[in-house]
């Protein structure tokens, strides 16, 4: 399915489709620091359905589509039918006669995948276990943001999850150099080209971007003590930053744990890379909403 319809992940985006999101999110971000009002999504809805908690993605896309002059609902999963049984295909017929467009953050990419393919409607991933495509949108456009071009850029990922699935495809596509860092047994498994190393400080060596997530995924709670134990040496902290070139930023998406996959030093040395990051998720997530549910 391609970004015609519905955003579900990275890998369905082409490069041009990917520089229409960032330039068009570019051009939301200066003209909301310029006070000036767009409103192409008037009077649409969007419906946000969470089985996950959420700081970030709940707020930007409420205010990004108050913004854009339309209106959200948020659906938490248990005060839905969803929540109790009801099919993805009736929720997906149901909705699609209601309101304009759905946004989900859930488990299982094939849940997204159904909504999808059920519903008229476009849907766009907020989440799932598998990848987090708005996320490494707005990445994208800070990598860019601080860095003026995504072409050839190094970037290096310590850990694995979700987010890193979605930054080894959209690195790909817009052609940078991805390394990954983790311990063996979660090197990332996903269909797009990267290399690996078990070594962080040679994953950072030459990089313009460090990239860490939190070790303990939303879901994973019971794996939280052997997951600190096993990614230890993945910590983006003042040592490893002395491997990395002087220019290179730090990206982490946010909730950080602080003393885990970073410290509070690098934090506060990148703070301002690190809240533009979660600032642009604003932006890129009203970009993908004005393409997918404006006037074709
Ligand atoms: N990064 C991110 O998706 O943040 P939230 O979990 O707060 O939405």
Request: overall charge negative; some cysteine.
């Amino acid at each position: 399915m391609s970004l015609k319809k519905s955003l579900l992940k990275l890998a369905d985006l082409t490069k041009e489709e990917i520089i229409k999101i960032l330039d068009l999110a570019d051009q939301f971000k200066f003209e909301f620091k310029n006070n000036v009002e767009f409103k192409p999504l008037k009077d649409k809805t969007l419906a946000m359905i969470f089985a996950k908690p959420s700081t970030r993605t709940r707020v930007s896309f409420e205010t990004g589509i108050f913004q854009l002059g339309g209106h959200a609902l948020v659906l938490g999963i248990n005060d839905m039918q969803l929540g109790r049984g009801e099919t993805i295909e009736d929720t997906a017929q149901v909705l699609s006669r209601m309101v304009d467009g759905i946004m989900i953050r859930t488990f299982a990419q094939q849940d997204v995948e159904d909504l999808d393919k059920y519903g008229t409607i476009p849907v766009i991933n907020g989440l799932t276990d598998y990848c987090h495509p708005c996320q490494v949108l707005a990445d994208l456009m800070t990598i860019r943001e601080f860095l003026y071009e995504l072409e050839g850029k190094k970037i290096a990922f310590l850990g694995s999850g979700n987010v890193c699935n979605s930054m080894i495809v959209g690195s790909e596509i817009c052609g940078m150099d991805m390394v990954v860092s983790c311990p063996e047994k979660y090197k990332p498994d996903v269909d797009a080209k990267y290399n690996y190393t078990k070594n962080p400080h040679e994953a950072v060596e030459n990089a313009d971007v460090i990239v860490t997530d939190t070790w303990t995924s939303m879901g994973q709670e019971s794996e939280r003590a052997a997951r600190i134990k096993e990614f230890t040496g993945y910590q983006v902290n003042d040592e490893l930053m002395k491997t990395a070139p002087s220019h290179a930023i730090v990206q982490h998406c946010l909730p950080a744990h602080k003393g885990e996959e970073i410290t509070e030093s690098v934090f506060r040395e990148h703070a301002d890379e690190i809240y533009s990051e979660a600032e642009n998720r604003l932006h890129a997530q009203k970009a993908v909403m004005a393409i997918l549910m404006g006037e074709k």
